[in-house]
């Protein structure tokens, strides 16, 4: 879309004359038209040459500066009138303008998306190959470690009920990496673009700040070679902070890996959707058109307020021309009550 560009002016900034700046232009010739006048025997006669005379000079001096505003005012309509049709334009397109494509139908450039089989892996471009082959076994590293971490906990608790039956530990632990899978099951139950990008954020910052508590807490508790041996610490009690300490690091252990699961989880399922037969991806004639819309918007608002400082100039100047002649006329009248006698 072609950028308005702002006609060249003589007008001084937004604010173009001010007040003062007119009473300095118009003191230059204001003593001669009233001297002028005045030599004017008849009051009435003098009176229209004065508002005449003002006015003309007035212009004189101020002509060029509203003849530049008002060409500016007259191309700023033209423009708008171009910007707000180009704006209701697009507006209809980005509404006509379906958010989600077919996969399948962007690959091949028919966006029918009908009759499309679901491609093979060894048919994926060597990115996704690679991604695929590098995510899925982390994704079982993920929720094996899920499913021990979580196995191990419930076992070390001692309780009977996991002494007495071996496979309740292994069944209870497995709800870890099944959690996992939730959170990628979760996100393809959401309909709209926008809750799915919440949820993604959410889900990235939640995964970005458990990784930080478990290293943070892991640097605490296994201190390696960092540590001062002390023999005398040996048979102490465990303090309050220790134990908090033990009890963070293994909550941020189980919690990390259900969330990187979760998070490598989504990533596999957004490749194979790509390549699925009823995959979508985002339409990006979608984005194009919502950001060239977001343009001509702000467009609009600066030529309209740029129109308003146009109009609001030439109004001045037309409200400072009667105000001026306004001026001139009690002036005139009380000097010439003081001097009854004409010259002429």
Not at 297 to 323: D, I, P, Q, Y
């Amino acid at each position: 879309m072609k950028r308005h560009k702002k006609n060249k002016s003589k007008l001084k900034g937004p604010g173009f004359l001010r007040r003062k700046e007119i009473d300095e232009a118009i003191k230059t010739w204001r003593p001669e038209i009233m001297n002028a006048v005045l030599r004017i025997a008849d009051a009435k006669e003098a009176a229209k040459r004065l508002e005449a005379l003002t006015t003309s000079a007035y212009w004189a001096v101020l002509g060029a500066d509203k003849a530049a505003a008002q060409v500016e005012r007259d191309g700023l309509k033209v423009e708008i009138e171009r910007v707000t049709a180009a704006k209701d334009q697009t507006w209809a397109q980005l509404l006509a303008c379906p958010e989600v494509l077919p996969a399948a139908a962007v690959r091949q450039g028919d966006e029918s998306g009908e009759g499309y089989n679901e491609t093979p892996f060894w048919s994926y471009q060597l990115r996704h190959k690679l991604g695929v082959l590098i995510l899925a076994p982390l994704l079982g590293v993920a929720l094996s470690a899920s499913w021990l971490s979580a196995h191990a906990n419930l076992v070390g608790s001692q309780l009977e009920v996991f002494i007495e039956n071996k496979a309740l530990p292994w069944t209870m632990a497995a709800i870890a990496p099944m959690a996992s899978v939730a959170l990628k099951t979760m996100y393809a139950h959401l309909s709209s673009d926008r809750a799915r990008k919440l949820y993604k954020t959410l889900l990235l910052v939640c995964t970005s700040v458990s990784i930080l508590t478990w290293a943070v807490l892991f640097a605490l508790v296994y201190k390696g070679l960092g540590t001062d041996f002390d023999i005398s610490t040996l048979f102490a009690e465990p303090t309050l902070w220790g134990s908090l300490q033990q009890t963070g690091f293994v909550v941020a252990t189980l919690t990390t890996e259900i969330l990187v699961g979760g998070v490598i989880a989504l990533r596999l399922g957004q490749i194979a959707d790509l390549y699925a037969a009823n995959g979508e991806v985002p339409n990006s004639e979608r984005r194009y058109l919502k950001r060239q819309w977001d343009d001509l918007k702000a467009e609009l608002a600066g030529l309209e307020k740029r129109l308003g400082e146009v109009e609001g100039f030439l109004a001045t100047l037309n409200h400072a021309l009667e105000a001026e002649i306004a001026l001139a006329r009690i002036s005139h009248d009380a000097r010439r009550a003081q001097n009854d006698t004409p010259i002429i």
